[in-house]
């Protein structure tokens, strides 16, 4: 029996020898695919080089822009879909597992908003034949909404956090800084994929301001980062909002922010006999500087962030006023911005006796020289 007599199961010509280097005959056993047998001609007959999909729908969130690949939504921040379209296409084609020398390319051809031609040409070797190939593939953007997005429109949240104050309205910058604390937080955790942090709803109150937020891990995470920054305490309560078939109790938590009594910039009087204080600190123990000596204040421990005392005003109620004169170690002269008479006051020891002009709080409590604008956080030591 000659080694030379094989023959092509689909056309029976005889196979030339010398051409078979396949070595998926070598092994013993080995399942003859009849595709490995068959003469060349016959072979390139049915010969695919490239398998593509008809379409391709590349889905994407109409609101946030998210694409849906494999069986999640992702957050990719494109504003254009091309360069999706070329790698999802580029993914779901298939190249002849025989080809060598593979080269490919892909061409996008936009037609309009939601439809691109995808063009895509491979050249490869086969049987030491070289073969090339094109195909186009539709790819159809379908706008959709993503699972994230549907929560936030369904009012979907699993926690609130209310910011408020102790004694006062939050002040519209505390309101923003609050704000501003919750969508940075946010943002940290979406930049890390979590597709469960979202803001559903925030809100302004008289008293304050309501934001909900997407699960109650994070709603606690916010109201720690604004007490560690504006001060003040968070308290929690929860719930019960539902149960489940299972008789498993869900709860909403809320996180009440409480905003120290007084803030940076305010001006208190603790009624110890050492006159008004210009609070520079809230967080912890208040702490603050006289305005008549310039020595500093510190609220007792017992007393933290929130002593008895009364309040005067504010920084941004200051005015500039003359320094007429300077009397001695422990009194200036100042205009009085009202009644433009002098005024015999304190000298705290921050007053630079060198201006002409100096910032005055004027309080029932009296006429005040205040730290020049900008020294309201350093101590001087
Ligand atoms: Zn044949
Ligand atoms: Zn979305």
Not at 212 to 240: P, V
Request: net charge negative; proline share 4%; charged share 30%.
């Amino acid at each position: 029996m000659s080694r030379s007599g094989e023959f092509c199961p689909r056309c029976g010509d005889e196979i030339p020898e010398g051409t078979d280097e396949r070595p998926e005959l070598a092994g013993a056993g080995g399942q003859r695919n009849s595709e490995h047998v068959l003469c060349d001609a016959c072979y390139f007959e049915e010969f695919d080089l490239v398998d593509a999909p008809d379409t391709i729908q590349v889905r994407v969130c109409s609101r946030c822009g998210a694409v849906h690949k494999g069986n999640r939504w992702v957050d990719i921040g494109a504003e254009d879909y091309t360069d999706i379209a070329v790698e999802q296409v580029s993914e779901a084609l298939g190249i002849h597992v025989d080809a060598q020398s593979v080269a490919w390319q892909v061409a996008p051809e936009q037609l309009d908003k939601n439809n691109i031609r995808m063009h895509a040409e491979f050249s490869g070797v086969i049987r030491g034949t070289p073969v090339t190939e094109e195909v186009t593939v539709p790819v159809r953007i379908s706008r959709q909404t993503c699972k994230r997005c549907g929560k936030i429109a369904g009012g979907s949240f699993a926690s609130i956090v209310q910011v408020r104050a102790d004694g006062r309205d939050p002040t519209d910058d505390e309101r923003e800084r609050a704000e501003e604390i919750a969508e940075e937080y946010i943002a940290a955790r979406e930049e890390t994929g979590d597709r469960n942090a979202f803001i559903t709803e925030t809100k302004s109150v008289d008293d304050g301001l309501d934001m909900k937020i997407s699960t109650n891990q994070m709603g606690l995470g916010i109201a720690k980062r604004i007490t560690a920054q504006l001060g003040g305490s968070y308290s929690d309560s929860r719930r019960l909002i539902s149960e489940d078939e299972d008789g498993q109790e869900l709860y909403r938590m809320t996180y009440a922010v409480r905003l120290p009594r007084y803030r940076q910039g305010e001006v208190i009087d603790p009624e110890d006999g050492d006159g008004p204080v210009l609070v520079r600190s809230v967080q912890g123990n208040l702490k603050g500087v006289r305005l008549a000596t310039g020595e500093d204040y510190e609220a007792s421990f017992e007393d933290g962030e929130t002593p008895d005392a009364r309040r005067l005003g504010f920084r941004e109620d200051a005015q500039t006023t003359t320094l007429v004169a300077v009397e001695d170690a422990n009194a200036v002269q100042v205009l009085d911005p009202e009644t433009f008479e002098s005024k015999t006051v304190p000298r705290p020891d921050y007053l630079d006796t060198d201006t002409d002009e100096v910032p005055v709080l004027k309080s029932h409590a009296g006429l005040h020289v205040l730290p020049a604008e900008g020294d309201d956080t350093e101590t001087d030591e």
